[in-house]
């Protein structure tokens, strides 16, 4: 990466916000009881259901979302139930069939702008009318989405109700739920989430954390044993404390939005400045993650500079994702807008 | 925990070395590979290649024990395949039944001191002689075993043949695996480990890591399209190098074999002065970890003051099982020892 | 086979009764409902529950006994639960993992004369008692058990009671239920079954059907959904009716117990033949399966004459297991006990 | 079913054909080898080599195509691995999530006419690229598809091609192999299938057997160890010889390929008769499976007298999909031609 002058490529690029690994190095040779059930945790745990305003919520700290969305899953569903997902969402595309590894088929439906509708929802339901089909069981979206785009409180609010009435559980895959929440074009809070749905997780990761999410499981049915899920996947830390005491920093001072605002005011500046070029987006940009559309020699010329993925093939033009982080400094932004202004 | 004098009641009580963590603060903003190919985890990767002189291995750093089990086995079985495991084997009795999770059978054996033999290898293999049957394929150890036991070169050598004879691989837990080789009973050095295995982890998190294990894959025919496996059970983290950094630090200067030595220099004093005052043990002590054979009216007195697991009911005396690690203070040696003299 | 002169090996060598594959033969080009949803199934369903005295008991006819067992267990648990059965269970030893391959563990305890007693779950339970364990579910035992045991009356109450105390489903394997209620050593009736089990099976394939068994659920909480089950292991035939028209075949007209009497009362004559000539028995011989304990040299001569298994190894005994089916001619066994004298 | 002059809804209606149960009948009370080892089960064996003209082929007979595929497939992949399928694949719509809950992700692609297409199976190859994605090891396709298309021999060569290399198992679903290879418009011998496949099955229940489908094995790789695949998932039959006999009668004389001739000149004579009428077809009729468009109208008169799915709602008209077998007499075309051309 060294000879490039920056990555876009994630949010996930630098490894730690200096807060946390203070809050680390504080806790010294103390002796910690493990698995979890540590103080740090414990408060890290009360730190989470105080910000999304449910008290009777239960937390659980796990090391990496792919690892979250595969035990809350693989807990939530009996053989035959299914998954209803995004055909853009993380755990049907980029998880390497971790889902249909612990046993369970994901339904995919392409949704709009990257996001599920309820009535794509009610398709799938009203497909899988007998024994010889998977039974959707539970739906899976992405806030913010794979796309960047963030659901608006009726959106979610109408899969929240769409779920409700054909007994599904609403699971929100979380990694950038600090971006989507820090958004100014989001009109959804905290504990709107916690009210519609079942489980989610606060992603840590994508946020500043080492490593690390806090999984919210909010139904009563999803809560209990669950440990012994944790436990069979590989996803109960002996050092558990490792991952309360970083949520404990994120959350005690307000640093977990703090960090994703950072990210988003980044995102949307490098909106701006690719907008005024005259050059337009896949979706329109409201979060830290961004899909410019540029013609193919200009977004060769950038990849000489400048690390980004390419999202998606467009003949002439492509479409190249673009993230900015909690760490993004805005003089980087300043400088790929110049050199963006000089290649076009 | 607060109120007791002290936990010897596992080796990851503590959260970290001063030196991991340091590590991982000097990494500052950097922006770095993601998914384990960041430069830390590279070098990382190298030192642990040296340390056990074997320049064509492959490493992997993964967050915890289970996980790293539970992939490398997943990747190296067909359905029908099976491990051979002894009775006190963590996979069988402590992980949830992860490994069945995964479909398969795990056979056991009760072995000697907790420790599998070549003769109960042999025994599985014979046993298990047609298609109604699993047909064992891996073998299973720890190293120090949960009993605390280190192999001989001499039993590791039958055990390796044992395996190649058979068509078995060998693979070694190594969640202690330095407190094993820098005990001063062992006649193993890291370099005949590798030799003698198919695969192996050197543990992390029991030994001064913040989290993280390094699996080491020997044998060519289980590298191949590994990080897929890894991928799809969660084992992937985005910001590999959070294990990178830390390896780097334990490795870089010896000081992994040193934090291993101080946890097995106190586990030794420790056995050294319960043994003077007259009890035994279930067996020799070796490692960090023992099992001393207490009365019950004195082993209900220490657990008023110290923390500890009972492992085994004895009728009317307990075998308490204690460990020591690389942050335990020999003032605390000396108290509990004081401590006992005056139960006694 | 052909040139000896008689198989004891099982009680599935010979086809099928002729009533059996009459009754198929009897439904001609009638069009059949598909999936167990015909009228043959149907009425049969109802004659297994009349038999069993159990009106709202729901019943599955499936193609062999493996796959009842791994579909059942497959529906009653949770990923992290488990089943407990005796250590001769065949679901542990002869059938090549089914049940971990679909995720779960098989917790053994020895038992005394291949049958699991009530103080044995009960340890078992005690046993598992935290989340890094997994927790027992489902109790697995057969009737007759493979050593050809019968739990007594007094003992299946035992472990039914043990069972609800505990939270576990108890499923009764009955590859050979026919031969346990038929055998004059019996005091339990198929009623009792249906009262103490969760659910069981009334084997088909051992007792005169062309192929195919009972699955019989008794407790609600494990009714609903349960041919989503059936498809997805395939288990649920097109041809459903293939199983339907046997049992009808079979239950209408006490067919079914007829044959397994006269298995039953052939296994018995031999045992008695066999005694009477001062050979002993590895277990009591009750039904269709003996284990006579012969002299090596004695069983070398049989086997070059009869097909038989050898179940276990005693030094200069051996311990062989043979069985007698409905098709059993009487000479047969005369035959066998002439030529034993001959030979002992 | 009763009240309805005839069923349509599939070629598995009628029970078996009457020379299939005379066979078994014939077998008699004579004793047999068990779990498919018997003669009858290997004469079977040798029967499909020698019609596929692939001696070195293994041949294995399983109770039912859902349980066959997942057999096979499970066998073939390791965890990672992922199977290419036409979104209308029978593993993909009808099969419960079989393949999913044995671990393993189904790629589709639309294909066309129900046919997949070598260029469709190239784009899954590209698109899955790196270790966040499965990996395609395995295609999948039905002769004939669901559809009721036949692939061309050029069709079948260049998806053959294709997988090869790209290092692909090609896997044919023969539920309805016979009703392919004997339509008059069929291009494709039973040796070409051979030729170009690495496994397939050749169906049974949908053309006269009681149950039972042949899988025959090409591919050496995909040979050893089967039959602990068969055992463990529930597919090997204690009683083997049950399908091995049917099977036998099947192909001795001819019967397999005379049974489904019989149902593909009675499909395509009820093919002409509709489309005399006037009516359309969605894909053009060439087997037993014909999926005609009927206005709603006529679709719902139909429905009081005959048998038959809606396969697709196409607004004001619907695609009926219609079945013929090898017991559909001759008078039923004649009689539902009539009835229709009197409704319409």
């Given at each position: 990466m060294g000879i490039k002058k920056y990555s876009f490529r994630s949010d996930y690029c630098e490894l730690a916000h200096p807060k946390v690994l203070e809050a680390l190095a504080n806790v010294g040779r103390a002796q910690l009881d493990s698995y979890g059930l540590d103080e740090f945790s414990l408060r890290a745990g009360e730190l989470v259901k105080t910000k999304i305003n449910a008290p009777s919520a239960d937390v659980h700290f796990i090391a990496g979302g792919t690892l979250t969305n595969l035990v809350l899953i693989s807990s939530a569903l009996r053989p035959f139930e299914a998954v209803v997902a995004p055909e853009s969402g993380h755990i049907f595309?980029?998880?390497?069939?971790a889902i249909e590894a612990i046993g369970h088929k994901v339904c995919v439906m392409r949704g709009e702008g990257g996001k599920l509708r309820a009535t794509d929802i009610e398709a799938v339901v009203v497909e899988h009318?007998?024994?010889h089909m998977v039974k959707p069981r539970l739906v899976y979206i992405s806030l913010s989405a794979e796309s960047g785009a963030i659901y608006t409180k009726e959106e979610l609010l109408e899969i929240s109700r769409c779920c409700r009435k054909n007994n599904l559980y609403l699971y929100i895959d979380g990694a950038r739920l600090g971006a989507a929440m820090n958004s100014?074009?989001?009109?959804?809070?905290y504990e709107d989430i916690a009210n519609m749905a079942d489980a989610f997780y606060v992603g840590g990761t994508k946020n500043g954390a080492l490593f690390g999410e806090a999984l919210v499981i909010l139904n009563n049915g999803l809560k209990a044993d669950f440990r012994f899920h944790l436990k069979q996947k590989g996803?109960?830390?002996?050092?558990g404390a490792a991952i309360g005491v970083q949520f404990e920093a994120l959350l005690r001072d307000g640093l977990y939005d703090e960090l994703a605002s950072n990210a988003v005011a980044m995102g949307l500046k490098l909106a701006d400045g690719i907008g005024e070029l005259g050059y337009g987006f896949l979706y329109p940009p409201v979060t830290n993650l961004l899909i410019p559309i540029f013609p193919l020699g200009v977004a060769d010329k950038l990849h000489m500079i400048y690390d980004f993925y390419?999202?998606?093939?467009?003949?002439?033009?492509t479409a190249a994702r673009m993230l900015t982080s909690?760490?993004?400094?805005?003089e980087m932004i300043d400088g790929f807008i110049a050199d963006l202004k000089n290649i076009g």
């Amino acid at each position: 990466m060294g000879i490039k002058k920056y990555s876009f490529r994630s949010d996930y690029c630098e490894l730690a916000h200096p807060k946390v690994l203070e809050a680390l190095a504080n806790v010294g040779r103390a002796q910690l009881d493990s698995y979890g059930l540590d103080e740090f945790s414990l408060r890290a745990g009360e730190l989470v259901k105080t910000k999304i305003n449910a008290p009777s919520a239960d937390v659980h700290f796990i090391a990496g979302g792919t690892l979250t969305n595969l035990v809350l899953i693989s807990s939530a569903l009996r053989p035959f139930e299914a998954v209803v997902a995004p055909e853009s969402g993380h755990i049907f595309v980029h998880e390497t069939g971790a889902i249909e590894a612990i046993g369970h088929k994901v339904c995919v439906m392409r949704g709009e702008g990257g996001k599920l509708r309820a009535t794509d929802i009610e398709a799938v339901v009203v497909e899988h009318c007998d024994e010889h089909m998977v039974k959707p069981r539970l739906v899976y979206i992405s806030l913010s989405a794979e796309s960047g785009a963030i659901y608006t409180k009726e959106e979610l609010l109408e899969i929240s109700r769409c779920c409700r009435k054909n007994n599904l559980y609403l699971y929100i895959d979380g990694a950038r739920l600090g971006a989507a929440m820090n958004s100014p074009f989001v009109d959804l809070k905290y504990e709107d989430i916690a009210n519609m749905a079942d489980a989610f997780y606060v992603g840590g990761t994508k946020n500043g954390a080492l490593f690390g999410e806090a999984l919210v499981i909010l139904n009563n049915g999803l809560k209990a044993d669950f440990r012994f899920h944790l436990k069979q996947k590989g996803a109960l830390l002996a050092k558990g404390a490792a991952i309360g005491v970083q949520f404990e920093a994120l959350l005690r001072d307000g640093l977990y939005d703090e960090l994703a605002s950072n990210a988003v005011a980044m995102g949307l500046k490098l909106a701006d400045g690719i907008g005024e070029l005259g050059y337009g987006f896949l979706y329109p940009p409201v979060t830290n993650l961004l899909i410019p559309i540029f013609p193919l020699g200009v977004a060769d010329k950038l990849h000489m500079i400048y690390d980004f993925y390419d999202w998606q093939n467009l003949g002439d033009m492509t479409a190249a994702r673009m993230l900015t982080s909690w760490a993004t400094p805005e003089e980087m932004i300043d400088g790929f807008i110049a050199d963006l202004k000089n290649i076009g």
